[in-house]
C-alpha cells in the first residue's frame, strides 16, 4: 500500500498507524499531484516498490475546510487556478499515469473522492463545488476510454465527515446540526467509507464503472 502526499511527513505518519494497526505493507511517497513530473516520479517508484500499481484512490483535494468563504465575485483568480489543478488536473494526472502499469496488468480499479456538495452546490465555494462536479464528467468519459483495458473508475461522494481536521474546524454543536438532515441521523465518520472503498477496489465491482456511491447517511440522493 502506498500513501502519496505534497506532505510526507504527513504520509510517514499514516504508514506508520497502517502498519502498526493493519500489519500491512505500507510506504510513503512525496507527490505533488498538480505537477506531471512529481506524479510521475511517485507512480514509478510505487510501481517499483511493490511490482506494480492496480487500485489508486484519488483522495487529494483543496476542499471547503481549507479554502475561505467567499462570494464568486471575491475568488481570486490564482485561487481558482489552484483548486483546479489539484482537483481536476490532479485525478487526470494519476491516471495517466498509473495507467501503464494497470494496462500492462489488465486490470485496475481507479476511485475518485468527490462531494455532495458538486450536486448540490455550496454557496461561498463556488471554485471547490465547480471542481467536484468537474471531476464527475472526468470519471464517466475515463470510464468509457479505460474499460476497454479491462480498468474500472468510479467515484465516492462523502457528506461532511468528522475526520480529524473537520474537527478541529468545526465544534461538535455544528457537526451535530448536519445530523438531522440526514435519513440516518448521526455524524458520518471515517470508518462509514471503509465499505464502499473495500467494495470498489474488489472483484466484486467488475462490472461496475462510472458510477457515483454518496456515502452521505441520506442527505441527498441520486
Do not use: C
Not at 475561505?68 to 482537483?87: C, G, H, S, Y
Not at 471547490?128 to 467515484?155: C, D, F, P, V
Not at 474537527?167 to 435519513?183: F, G, H, S, T
Request: aromatic share 6%.
Amino acid at each position: 500500500m502506498a500513501v502519496a502526499d505534497l506532505d510526507v511527513v504527513n504520509a510517514r505518519a499514516v504508514v506508520e498507524g497502517i502498519n502498526k494497526e493493519v500489519g500491512a505493507k505500507a510506504a510513503a511517497f512525496l507527490m505533488d499531484v498538480s505537477d506531471d513530473a512529481s506524479v510521475h516520479k511517485a507512480m514509478s517508484e510505487i510501481a517499483s516498490t511493490f511490482g506494480g500499481i492496480d487500485i489508486l484512490i484519488n483522495n487529494a483535494a483543496l476542499s471547503d475546510t481549507v479554502l475561505q468563504k467567499r462570494a464568486f465575485t471575491d475568488i481570486p483568480l490564482e485561487e481558482w487556478d489552484r483548486v483546479m489543478a489539484v482537483n481536476v488536473k490532479g485525478p487526470w494526472l494519476t491516471t495517466k499515469a498509473a495507467f501503464p502499469y494497470m494496462k500492462q496488468g489488465r486490470r485496475g480499479k481507479i476511485i475518485n473522492i468527490i462531494s455532495t456538495l458538486a450536486y448540490k452546490g455550496s454557496p461561498g465555494f463556488l471554485q471547490y463545488a465547480t471542481s467536484k462536479a468537474a471531476l464527475i464528467g472526468l470519471t464517466r468519459t475515463l470510464a468509457h476510454e479505460l474499460g476497454e483495458h479491462n480498468i474500472n473508475i468510479n467515484m465516492i461522494g462523502p457528506g461532511l465527515t468528522a475526520t480529524d481536521r473537520i474537527r478541529r474546524i468545526y465544534d461538535e454543536k455544528m457537526l451535530q446540526n448536519v445530523a438531522p438532515r440526514r435519513a440516518l441521523k448521526r455524524i458520518e465518520t471515517s470508518e462509514d467509507l471503509i465499505g464502499a472503498l473495500i467494495f470498489l477496489s474488489s472483484s466484486e465491482s467488475d462490472f461496475i464503472t462510472g458510477q457515483t456511491i454518496l456515502v452521505n447517511g441520506g442527505d441527498i440522493f441520486l
